[in-house]
Each structure stands twice: as structure tokens, then as C-alpha cells.
């Protein structure tokens, strides 16, 4: 299991904020529109160190569109999912209580991959 960035994607543009180096754990990475789908997606992803000696613990991807209908489709969400993690991986997206809603930036979903120790997951039939 493991988080990987698919370096041919990444979005690279001196001074930007989203600028980030090939071989970073983390960065934009952009898919462009035709690649995969009409529209092209734009990622922000993050192996979830916040430093060198800081951890959130989750590996984390948000996921937009470049144009098109609001918000990404399951099947725009199963391929960045298969883009920045292995087969193997379970990966989640969170519908948190309404008190803790964060909407930045509305049309962006999130994937998320807990990377301590064993995530609890549902039984298989209820996958």
C-alpha cells in the first residue's frame, strides 16, 4: 500500500502557490480536458506530512473540474483514487457532521487514506 503522484500530471509554474517539485509528496496535478474526460479534473494532493516531523496521518486528494458540471462523478473519483493509490488501498470521502462543515470551495470532493494502523471498514456486504 502506498501513496504515489502521478509526476506526469503535476503542475508546475514558477511563483505559483500550487507550484511544487517533481518527486514532492504532495502538489496540483492537472488532467487536461479530452485527457480522460470533456471537461479535465484538477487535484491538490498531500501524503499528509505537514513538515518534516509532523503527520496528520491521512494522505489526502481534493478533487475538481477544470469546467464543466459542478462536481466530479463517481467514475472521475475511482480513477484519481486509482491515480495517487494502489488497488489494494481504501480510501474514503467524509459527509462530517453539519457543525463541522468546511465548504471553501464548493465542487471540490475529497478522498481520503488513514495511513496508521488498521481503519476500521464495514462489513463487505454493506459495500
Same mark, same amino acid.
Given at each position: 500500500?502506498?501513496?504515489?503522484?502521478?509526476?506526469?500530471?503535476?503542475?508546475?509554474?514558477?511563483?505559483? %502557490?500550487?507550484? @511544487?517539485?517533481?518527486?514532492? =509528496?504532495?502538489?496540483?496535478?492537472?488532467? !487536461?480536458?479530452? +485527457?480522460?474526460?470533456?471537461?479535465?479534473?484538477?487535484?491538490?494532493?498531500?501524503?499528509?506530512?505537514?513538515?518534516?516531523?509532523?503527520?496528520?496521518?491521512?494522505?489526502? %486528494?481534493?478533487? @475538481?473540474?477544470?469546467?464543466? =458540471?459542478?462536481?466530479?462523478?463517481?467514475? !472521475?473519483?475511482? +480513477?484519481?483514487k486509482s491515480l495517487f493509490w494502489d488497488d489494494a488501498d481504501w480510501c474514503i470521502q467524509f459527509h462530517p457532521a453539519k457543525e463541522d462543515y468546511v465548504n471553501v470551495h464548493p465542487?471540490?470532493?475529497?478522498?481520503?487514506?488513514?495511513?496508521?494502523?488498521?481503519?476500521?471498514?464495514?462489513?463487505?456486504?454493506?459495500?
Open positions: 500500500m502506498s501513496f504515489h503522484v502521478p509526476e506526469p500530471l503535476r503542475f508546475r509554474k514558477k511563483g505559483s %502557490v500550487m507550484d @511544487s517539485n517533481p518527486g514532492d =509528496p504532495f502538489g496540483a496535478f492537472l488532467i !487536461e480536458p479530452g +485527457m480522460l474526460f470533456p471537461w479535465g479534473l484538477k487535484v491538490i494532493a498531500s501524503n499528509g506530512m505537514v513538515s518534516e516531523t509532523e503527520d496528520t496521518g491521512w494522505e489526502h %486528494v481534493s478533487v @475538481s473540474r477544470l469546467a464543466g =458540471p459542478d462536481t466530479p462523478s463517481w467514475e !472521475e473519483m475511482s +480513477m484519481v465542487g471540490v470532493l475529497h478522498i481520503w487514506r488513514w495511513k496508521q494502523g488498521e481503519f476500521p471498514l464495514p462489513p463487505k456486504a454493506c459495500v
